[in-house]
């Protein structure tokens, strides 16, 4: 579309309207094949719970283990320089099938000298058909997702601004279905993306893949936003922590994220614990939340 012309304001702004409409209608190529990197990138990045700088550094033929059911990566947040910690985790089978594709496609670039070597999983093809991308940038990596969620469509605010992901916001998802997902639904959708047979192996996997830090982050907004809305589920004993600790116990009128920071410190200290409580009847596993202070502060 714009092959040769002067990228003005102007232009812009007469084209993007028709620009979406033929993306839409799955007319380029290139666009397409940045579509399916920013799925890519959606769907390991929910799956696996990790830092953007962990998931840009991935590199085909390496990031999975001989078994293929472990992915390999760097720990962003350990080590110095090349002595990074290298960490393992369960990884679905529809993430590994993802990274196969991908790696399935560098190799047919590599075989048909369209690139001279490997490069990162998630380098997408440049706009000028010079292979892919020989670095990758944040801005890049979230250009992929950009083009995802205008693919689709993603929902708009009042302004009429779209909603785009990122990575932090990723980390945050399993647990959070699990946490908020109980009484809609979704956990039987979860559980079918992840290939688990029941509730409990559902949650050893999240606590497995989840970093502490951002499951502990997830608790506590939970048990803000119970607190908020009036669950009598959540204990007395809470409430009356968060009374003496605040002053009133009219939680809807406090500041959420200073009430989670303060629920954050207890779940770290291990004043509070909240975590599921497993119950089989007739062979079908539910659960319920259980949360216990086991000291005031």
Same mark, same amino acid.
């Given at each position: ?10 232009? +812009? ?8 409409? +033929? !993306? ?7 666009? &397409?094949? @940045? ?14 719970? @990790? ?10 033929? $390496?990031? &999975? ?5 472990? /992915? ?14 290298? /960490?393992? +985790? ?5 993430? #590994? ?16 000298? &369209? ?11 440049? @706009? ?27 929902? *708009?605010?009042?302004?009429?601004? +779209? ?26 959708? !979860? ?10 192996? /559902?949650?050893?996997?999240? %606590? $497995? ?5 951002? &499951?502990?982050? #997830? ?7 119970? !607190? ?8 007395? $004993? /809470? ?14 009128? !406090?500041?959420?994220? $200073? #009430?989670?920071?303060?629920?954050? %410190? ?21 659960? *319920?939340? #259980? ?7």
């Amino acid at each position: 579309m714009l092959a040769g012309k002067k990228l003005s304001k102007e232009l +812009r702004e007469n084209k993007v309207q028709e620009y979406f409409n +033929r !993306l839409r209608s799955n007319e380029g190529l290139w666009e &397409l094949l @940045r579509v399916y990197y920013g799925a890519a990138q959606l769907i390991i990045g929910l799956l696996m719970a @990790r830092r953007q700088s962990e998931l840009k550094s991935l590199m085909p033929f $390496e990031c &999975l283990d001989d078994s293929k059911r472990n /992915l390999i990566f760097f720990n962003a947040k350990s080590g110095f320089l090349s002595n990074k910690q290298i /960490l393992k +985790r369960p990884i679905p089978s529809i993430g #590994v099938h993802i990274i196969e594709t991908l790696e399935n496609f560098q190799s047919l670039l590599l075989k048909n000298k &369209l690139i001279i070597e490997h490069t990162y999983l998630f380098a997408p093809p440049d @706009r000028y058909a010079k292979g892919l991308k020989k670095s990758l940038h944040s801005p890049a990596y979230n250009r992929s997702i950009d083009f995802f969620c205008d693919y689709i469509e993603a929902p *708009r605010n009042s302004e009429g601004s +779209r909603f785009y992901f990122r990575q932090h916001q990723l980390r945050r998802g399993f647990s959070m279905i699990f946490f908020w997902g109980n009484s809609f639904g979704d956990l039987d959708t !979860l559980r079918w993306f992840l290939g688990h047979a029941d509730l409990e192996h /559902l949650y050893h996997y999240i %606590t $497995e893949a989840t970093p502490g830090e951002v &499951l502990r982050g #997830v608790k506590a907004a939970y048990l803000a936003d119970s !607190l908020a809305a009036g669950d009598k589920e959540v204990s007395k $004993e /809470l409430a009356a922590a968060l009374l003496s600790h605040f002053g009133t116990s009219e939680f809807t009128i !406090l500041d959420s994220q $200073e #009430v989670e920071i303060y629920l954050e %410190t207890l779940i770290e200290n291990h004043s509070l614990t909240v975590e599921p409580h497993f119950i089989k009847i007739d062979d079908v596993t539910t659960y *319920r939340l #259980v949360t216990k202070l086991i000291k005031s502060i």
